[in-house]
């Protein structure tokens, strides 16, 4: 194996396997909610408390994603600074992460009714679901100081080329938000303690306690690895001098470019979130499950990206453009394996991964229909994601603000395509009479528009994939290459 292969997978391994336990919480999470409706004695359809979770979590993204740039723009700034051996550079990058970090969740908090007015006035969904997420959010909202400041502290371990800190603390916020959750929403008996659980608050309740102890664990390991390494000569005005200068002025300029792209990518997730809802309950249960399931290659694929990430932006600080040329040449084989190993993941094992997600009859048999748009998902997907890594290396962000602007742009033109071919009375026939006709037993009630609309959402957020992939592929050579003199 050569040295470029064992440095990607040292970086990559490691966010690998913390990966691999973000879409199983997500998991737990909505069969938890699956199951509540058999185990407690609540009145809420095993539809309505999947959708509350899937609100109620969308709600998070939009926003958290905005927040994006607190790990994005600190891993990209902090790989070139330690490719040039500046440690006081590196802490500076995290003094003002973690400080913009602590002001923003504060001002989260304070605001979050104002939020969930101003986010119900768009976001369409049934009472039921709504009065859900409500409870859900208000709840979870009290662990933004930690998660926002676990964002920062994330994108500056990779930054430092340290793949194993960010495993540690992914472990134990994913361990722990699963653990936490079952026993707080579903409770326990342990010998003579038993605990009735709270029911469908105790999956949020679950996240924030997680979220603190990845903190704890977060600011352990950098006074354990860092403070004579990196912090040796910090002092109290060290974070006063920290905001102050041309860096400053880079990090803010740069995560400008984040934020825009990151709104782009909540865009999309809330619009496909939203009109998914607008279709009922059943569609926005199936809508939601679809989507972790056919977001799981992105969990390996980050891995390589990160790496991407981290080694790009080394070489960049080093001036060593072999090592640039040949991290991009090897992460993107590695991605490319994996977008081949989903596909025939997903070909195989689709249905008794539904299975797993939700004991809902109907969930489960409107969901077999979409299975095939997981089989075309990974190609786009892994090759998007790892160009993001890559060029956030090369801190080229006005790149990634360009192509997520278009792919924005991609994606609601053609959902606006598909809704106004489905405005159509002939094309509404021909569906209806396609319905009678299928073989999977699909919940009559859901309208065969509705299931429409679904198939079109999912081919705009491929296409979003594909508008990505080709823009950065196109800006390789001026964007990446040109920050390494002679290339």
């Known amino acids: 194996m050569t040295a470029i292969n064992r440095k990607i997978l040292s970086l990559a391994i490691p966010s690998i396997l913390a990966n691999i336990t973000v879409p199983l919480v997500g998991m737990v999470d909505i069969a938890v909610a699956g199951h509540l409706d058999a185990s407690s004695s609540g009145t809420a359809s095993s539809a309505a408390l999947i959708g509350g979770v899937a609100i109620g979590s969308m709600l998070f993204d939009l926003l958290y994603w905005n927040f994006g740039f607190l790990r994005i723009g600190t891993g990209g700034l902090t790989a070139q600074a330690c490719g040039r051996g500046d440690m006081k550079e590196c802490a500076g990058v995290f003094i003002r992460a973690a400080g913009i970090a602590l002001a923003c969740a504060l001002v989260l908090v304070g605001l979050q009714r104002l939020f969930l007015e101003a986010a119900f006035l768009v976001v369409d969904c049934t009472p ?14 009290w662990a933004a100081p930690a998660t926002l400041c676990l964002m920062a502290f994330k994108g500056w371990f990779i930054g430092m080329q340290d793949g194993v800190s960010p ?11 699963a653990i936490v959750s079952i026993a707080l929403a579903l409770g326990f008996t342990a010998g003579r303690l038993h605990y009735d659980g709270m029911g469908f608050a105790g999956i949020a309740a679950g996240t924030v306690v997680a979220q603190y102890f990845g903190l704890l664990s977060a600011v352990l390991i950098m006074l354990a690895r860092y403070r004579k390494r990196v912090f040796s000569g910090f002092r109290p005005a060290s974070v006063y001098s920290s905001f102050k200068g041309g860096e400053t002025r880079r990090f803010f300029s740069m995560n400008a470019d984040l934020f825009i792209r990151s709104a782009g990518i909540i865009g999309i997730y809330i619009g496909f979130t939203m009109l998914s809802s607008r279709q009922g309950d059943l569609v926005l249960a199936g809508s939601a499950i679809l989507m972790k399931i056919m977001m799981l290659f992105s969990y390996f694929t980050d891995g390589f990206a990160y790496a991407g990430e981290a080694l790009c932006g080394r070489f960049i600080g080093e001036k060593d453009g ?55 998902m990974p190609l786009a997907g892994c090759a998007a994601f790892t160009w993001d890594g890559i060029y956030v290396g090369a801190t080229a962000s006005v790149s ?9 742009a991609g994606f609601f033109a053609v959902y606006l395509a598909g809704a106004g071919l489905l405005g159509v009375q002939a094309v509404q ?23 429409a609309v679904l198939h079109i ?15 950065l592929s196109m800006r390789y050579r001026k964007d990446v290459l040109s920050r390494v003199p002679g290339l």
């Open 429 to 451: 026939d021909w569906l209806a009479d396609a319905g009678r006709s299928s073989s999977h037993g699909l919940s009559p009630e859901v309208s065969w528009r509705g299931h």
């Open 128 to 141: 039921e679901v709504r009065a859900l997420a409500v409870e859900y959010f208000s709840i979870r909202i």
């Open 322 to 376: 072999t090592g640039l040329r040949q991290t991009v040449r090897m992460v993107f084989a590695w991605s490319m394996g994996i977008a081949v190993m989903f596909m025939l993941l997903y070909a195989v094992a689709g249905t008794p991964v539904l299975r797993m997600m939700t004991s809902d009859p109907d969930v489960i048999s409107m969901c077999m229909d979409y299975m095939p748009w997981l089989l075309v």
């Open 167 to 177: 495993m540690i603390t992914d472990l134990v916020v994913n361990v722990m938000n």
């Open 400 to 408: 990634i603000r360009n192509a997520m602007v278009l792919a924005l």
């Open 457 to 471: 959402l999912l081919a705009a957020y491929f296409i979003h994939l594909v508008v990505r992939t080709v823009y």
